[in-house]
């Protein structure tokens, strides 16, 4: 039973660089989101999705794009990172929104 | 102000106390969420709720609508119990987006 699946975990890029998470679920959900999450503020949501093909942004979009092709699974994109995109990455996934939500372990990105 | 806050920031016990965390919120809700994030980082739903209370083991959660508030309980607490817990709202407006208070570090010791 693996839920949901982030990889990487860690990563360390260069000012400049693009990368690609990956959120695999295989719980069949619909809704799937990207947060991040930074000391002394709450998880922020970055990019959602609603359904498989249908992607919205959320409170902190910019520098970030998402795609979701197959329903299992949701990219997160940063075609130039910066340094003050250095956080931990979430994604959760759920069936709807008022049901039980579904975090990965996290992804680690440092931006040097 | 943020929409969603959370009390204490910190909290340190004994094993063996009741220990409560508190959640006040600002604008309308449709459900609660109470997430834990345990030291390696991975998060957990507790419990979601849209009204009275709920129960699972030693932890109890509760919401009062009318006043706009939500209490974590832990019964008996335990060292495995050090995490920190996140209170999140879905709003009514915001369709499906969920909103976090910055959350509670609590630290059980034996």
């Known amino acids: 039973n693996a839920g949901v699946t982030q990889t990487p975990k860690f990563r360390v890029l260069k000012t400049g660089q693009s990368m690609t998470l990956l959120c695999a679920q295989d719980m069949n959900h619909e809704y799937m989101y990207w947060y991040r999450q930074d000391p002394g503020m709450g998880l922020r949501l970055i990019h959602y999705s609603v359904g498989e093909g249908t992607t919205a942004k959320g409170e902190v979009p910019d520098g970030y794009n998402v795609s979701r092709l197959k329903k299992q699974n949701f990219l997160l994109g940063l075609e130039s990172a910066a340094p003050s995109q250095t956080s931990v990455y979430f994604c959760?996934?759920?069936?709807?929104?008022?049901?039980?939500?579904?975090f990965g372990q996290g992804t680690r990105l440092t931006v040097v | 102000k943020n929409e969603v806050e959370q009390s204490p920031q910190n909290l340190t016990a004994q094993e063996g106390e009741f220990i409560t965390i508190n959640c006040s919120y600002s604008v309308g809700i449709s459900a609660l969420h109470w997430l834990q994030q345990h030291p390696g980082g991975g998060i957990v739903s507790l419990f979601m709720l849209s009204s009275g209370k709920k129960k699972h083991g030693r932890l109890i959660a509760t919401i009062n609508i009318q006043e706009k508030h939500s209490s974590l309980h832990i019964t008996a607490s335990h060292p495995r119990d050090s995490a920190v817990y996140i209170c999140?709202?879905?709003?009514?407006?915001?369709?499906?987006?969920?909103?976090f208070g910055e959350g509670t570090q609590l630290t059980v010791n034996p």
């Open positions: 999140a709202v879905l709003k009514e407006t915001s369709g499906s987006r969920l909103t």
């Open positions: 959760a996934s759920s069936w709807k929104p008022n049901t039980e939500a579904f």
